[in-house]
Every structure is written in C-alpha cells, then in structure tokens.
C-alpha cells in the first residue's frame, strides 16, 4: 500500500507542475493574450499610395563632344596665337592628305590601344568672348576650384569652355557638380576630360 500512496503523490505532483507550467505565464503575462499573431503586423498599403503611378526616368546620356582641336587658354596665350593652332595644316596633294589620314588613323588606333586614364571634368560655362571664360575662371579659382579654360573648335565656330577639375572618378565630379551648385550657385555638366 505504501508503493500505490507513492504513486499517487508523484502523479499528483506531476499534474501539479503541469498546471503550474500552463497557468503561471498566463498570470505572470497580466492577463494578455499570449496567443502569437498569425500573419503579418505590416499596415495595408494606403489607397493614395496604389493611385500614384511610376515614371521611367531616361538614363542619363553622355553629351557627345565633336570637337575637332582643343587648346588650353591662360592669361599668357594670347588670342592671335589660338587662332594660328587652330589654323588646319593644308596639304598640297591629294596623296600627301591620304597618307596623312592613314597615318592618323593608325595614331588613333594605337592610343585606343593604350587605352589612356579617362578623367572627369565638371563644365560650367561656355563662351563665344574669351575675356568672359577667363572672368568665371578666375571667380572659381578666387574661391579655391581648380578651373581652367579651353578653346575649342568646332563645327559652330570657336568656344572657350570653362571647366573644373579634373577628377579621376566620375562620382568625385559628380560631387565636385553639386558642391558647385550649393556654394556658389553654378550649375554644371559632368563631362569626359580630355
């Protein structure tokens, strides 16, 4: 009889500690519902939000450069001697012009070869006057940009261009744009250099 009184206590403990384990949290939870969320907490996407519709932005292309001959300008070229480089070099045959364009195709294949350092520049201005590049390059040298000016000739005529940088990632001239843009309030194209 002994054995059967032992076997009682040690279920009824059994059953005791099982009720503990169920009930204690539900008490010690201060009566919420310890039930886990089945699905998901996220609010529903607000109907405003369904009625706005998406735009493809373009992706941002590269301004070609057909640019026959680039110069760079400082305060010391003068501008008689710009005129003189730009000047094109006339052949006196037409077999002197044919080998000089082969000779200058075959140039141009081997510095694509080489594949030189590409570079960036932010572009900032663009002018007919020299005396104006040269007033906005001084103005951004004055407040510690690396600018310079460029005589450009092209199929529209002459242009000084002014420029700042260059830098060796596009990213750094991007910043060196926007960095441009708040300070100063010159707004500016990210271009190849040279």
């Not at 059994?14 to 008490?27: E, H, Q, S």
């Not at 519902?33 to 735009?55: A, C, R, T, W, Y």
């Not at 594949?115 to 390059?137: E, H, I, T, Y």
């Not at 940088?165 to 194209?189: C, F, H, S, W």
Request: charged share 35%; aromatic share 4%; hydrophobic share 35%.
């Amino acid at each position: 009889m002994d054995k059967q009184i032992l076997k009682q206590r040690i279920v009824g403990a059994i059953v005791l500690v099982g009720l503990a384990v169920i009930f204690i949290p539900m008490i010690l939870s201060g009566g919420k519902d310890s039930m886990p969320l089945f699905g998901s907490n996220i609010p529903d996407k607000p109907k405003k939000l369904e009625q706005l519709k998406s735009v493809e932005m373009p992706a941002r292309a590269e301004i070609p450069e057909q640019v026959s001959k680039r110069i760079p300008i400082d305060e010391n070229t003068s501008p008689e001697v710009n005129e003189k480089l730009l000047e094109p070099k006339s052949s006196s045959t037409s077999k002197e012009k044919k080998s000089a364009e082969k000779k200058r195709k075959q140039e141009q294949k081997k510095t694509e070869q080489e594949k030189p350092a590409k570079a960036w520049a932010v572009q900032v201005g663009s002018f007919a006057q020299r005396d104006n590049a040269m007033k906005l390059r001084d103005k951004l040298r004055k407040n510690k940009y690396p600018a310079f000016v460029e005589l450009v000739k092209s199929k529209d005529g002459k242009v000084y261009r002014v420029r700042v940088g260059p830098d060796v990632t596009r990213t750094l001239a991007e910043k060196r744009m926007q960095n441009l843009r708040d300070k100063m309030k010159i707004y500016g194209v990210v271009m190849r250099h040279p």
